[in-house]
């Protein structure tokens, strides 16, 4: 498999064009339905600061707009997922985050009834999102592996400036980490990223073989969670939902870590043997960090130490 294909197979980007155009052939119908009802809604004249945003809704692609926030929830409210989670992943073109937050809160709500989601409000208040439609058995295997994309197998391309991209299969992607607001055109070190791509590594197969990463939880019983919910109700910062929402969270972790276990040993598979480069990005204060969650030089100490430089020096003299 070359680096082009993997891109193509676990890239968030290419798996949600591929979501949307499984949605577009099913369920045009209610897409446009949803469409109609936010036009309806948008020219219901209420206070200001909210017309002013439905005039902004009303400009866009709202039928694009539908989709991708159909997508969005597809792929990520495989479990509920808060709602609070939900609306910070929905970008609206052209508005300023707060208000992209509140618009999208209020869209959510206003399509409920059309059943591509459901609301389901939780006894400590939390509101989650359900998702009603679920992708093709092939798409739904891609999603379950679907993760930040693992170190190239392949040189990656030239940064030529902010919105360039390492990746082969993609051209626009912001090298200024942050929401939208952060990225700017002016001077940033290219060529310092540039370098940074260039540099070669590979895995240490020793290492690999012989340690894993642990869990940040420990398995519990109910009655340890139970005790454990309750010495983090009384803390200042605590968990402040019900012990249910409690356990559907030490749950949910659960799944996680079987998740990013089953990516580890597939990714391990697939770099095994090849020489591997790290893409690089920066904050808007210019600092430089390497990207990848699985292996990352800037990572964990476990994810440190499964990479090695793949020039190798023996180094001589005393210490």
């Not at 709202?62 to 970008?91: E, F, H, Q, R």
């Not at 983090?232 to 799944?255: A, H, P």
């Not at 893409?279 to 969650?293: F, L, P, S």
Request: glycine share 4%; proline share 3%.
């Amino acid at each position: 498999m070359n680096q082009n294909q993997i891109e193509k197979l676990m890239h968030p980007k290419h798996i949600a064009e591929d979501v949307k155009n499984e949605l577009i052939e099913h369920a045009h119908e209610r897409i446009i339905k949803c469409v109609e009802v936010i036009k309806k809604w948008c020219d219901v004249n209420e206070w200001e600061s909210r017309n002013i945003r439905k005039a902004h809704l009303a400009s866009l692609d709202l039928y694009d707009l539908v989709c991708k926030m159909t997508v969005t929830i597809t792929m990520n409210c495989i479990k509920p997922l808060p709602m609070a989670s939900v609306i910070g992943m929905i970008s609206i073109p052209g508005m300023e985050k707060i208000d992209s937050i509140r618009t999208t809160s209020e869209l959510l709500v206003l399509l409920e009834p059309i059943k591509f989601f459901k609301l389901v409000k939780m006894q400590g208040g939390t509101v989650m999102v359900c998702r009603n439609l679920g992708p093709s058995e092939s798409l739904a295997s891609r999603m379950e592996l679907y993760c930040y994309l693992p170190p190239l197998i392949e040189r990656p391309d030239v940064l030529e400036h902010n919105k360039s991209s390492g990746y082969k299969t993609f051209d626009s992607d912001s090298l200024i980490l942050g929401y939208r607001e952060n990225f700017h055109n002016k001077s940033i070190s290219l060529d310092v990223l540039n370098t940074l791509n260039r540099n070669k590594y590979e895995l240490d197969e020793d290492f690999i073989a012989n340690y894993e990463k642990n869990w940040h939880r420990t398995e519990q019983t109910s009655e340890e969670l139970l005790v454990e919910y309750e010495l983090q109700s009384i803390e200042d910062d605590g968990f402040k939902g019900t012990f249910q929402e409690f356990v559907q969270q030490y749950e949910q972790d659960k799944v996680n870590w079987a998740n990013y276990q089953e990516q580890f040993k597939v990714l391990h598979k697939h770099l095994q043997g090849n020489t591997i480069y790290l893409t690089n990005k920066v904050d808007k204060r210019g600092r430089v960090y390497a990207q990848g969650y699985h292996f990352n030089t800037q990572g964990t100490s476990f994810e440190k130490a499964c990479i090695n430089l793949a020039k190798k020096e023996t180094v001589h003299g005393e210490l």
